[in-house]
């Protein structure tokens, strides 16, 4: 099935710890993102990469990393989880860079830092 | 900070009715994106206009963007029960890959 897929889907974490979430697409997608939906506060882009080996930081960046290393993988590595961490975490991919394209999502990763 | 500000931020509505929902930004933008998202899924992408366009028609959804006043609005006609959902604008700038969301409008569709 084309699309971006996401694991896992729910998780829960202990401060401190480290943990990696997957995201892939098969769409041959360039561009492709993380964000982090808060209550109220709607999607906020942590990271983002315009093709493999390219990544940029968004507007909430502290305590993520990523990689870009091949087209279709995009995982986001949390370093040492801290409760403000919680949140659902959405990837998203788009055929360019630039222009008109909307985005495709993943279905979530809802992320509990205890 | 969020380049969109949707208004308002919720909306119930009988079905059948038509529901409105504005988007307002603060930057020169290359396009204007709206989604929907259902409770507990990810989002989706209904629509898209450019800086250049004034209207436009997909299905039972129109969109507008007045880009003298920063501001687009989301029209979906004859409602159904399934149109509920949170709908988020998004925005896209010029030389710019990051697209920028709202807080989004949560419909409710009362059957």
């Known amino acids: 099935n084309a699309g971006v897929t996401q694991t896992p889907k729910f998780q829960v974490l202990k401060t401190g710890q480290s943990m990696t979430l997957q995201c892939a697409q098969d769409?041959?997608?360039?561009?492709m993102s993380w964000y982090r939906q808060d209550p109220g506060m709607g999607l906020r882009l942590i990271h983002y990469?315009?093709?493999?080996?390219?990544?940029d930081q968004g507007e909430v960046p502290n305590g993520y990393n990523v990689s870009r290393s091949t087209t279709e993988d995009f995982p986001l590595r949390l370093l040492s989880a801290a409760p403000s961490q919680t949140s659902v975490y959405f990837c998203?991919?788009?055929?360019?860079?630039?222009?008109?394209?909307?985005?495709?999502f993943g279905s979530g990763t809802r992320l509990t830092v205890v | 900070s969020q380049q969109g500000e949707e208004d308002p931020q919720a909306l119930s509505i009988q079905e059948g009715e038509n529901a409105t929902m504005n988007c307002s930004y603060k930057?020169?933008?290359?396009?204007l994106q709206w989604y929907r998202q259902n409770s507990g899924r990810g989002l989706v992408h209904l629509i898209l206009?450019?800086?250049?366009?004034r209207e436009k028609h997909s299905g039972r959804l129109r969109v507008t963007l007045d880009t003298s006043k920063k501001s687009s609005s989301l029209l979906i006609t004859a409602s159904r029960a399934a149109d509920t959902a949170s709908y988020f604008c998004?925005?896209?700038?010029?030389?710019?890959?990051?697209?920028?969301f709202g807080t989004g409008t949560r419909l409710t569709i009362i059957p």
């Open positions: 998203a991919s788009s055929p360019h860079i630039t222009g008109g394209d909307g985005y495709t």
């Open positions: 769409m041959n997608h360039e561009y």
């Open positions: 990469s315009v093709g493999a080996g390219i990544t």
């Open positions: 930057t020169s933008i290359n396009n």
């Open positions: 206009i450019r800086s250049n366009e």
């Open positions: 998004a925005t896209r700038g010029f030389g710019n890959e990051k697209l920028t």
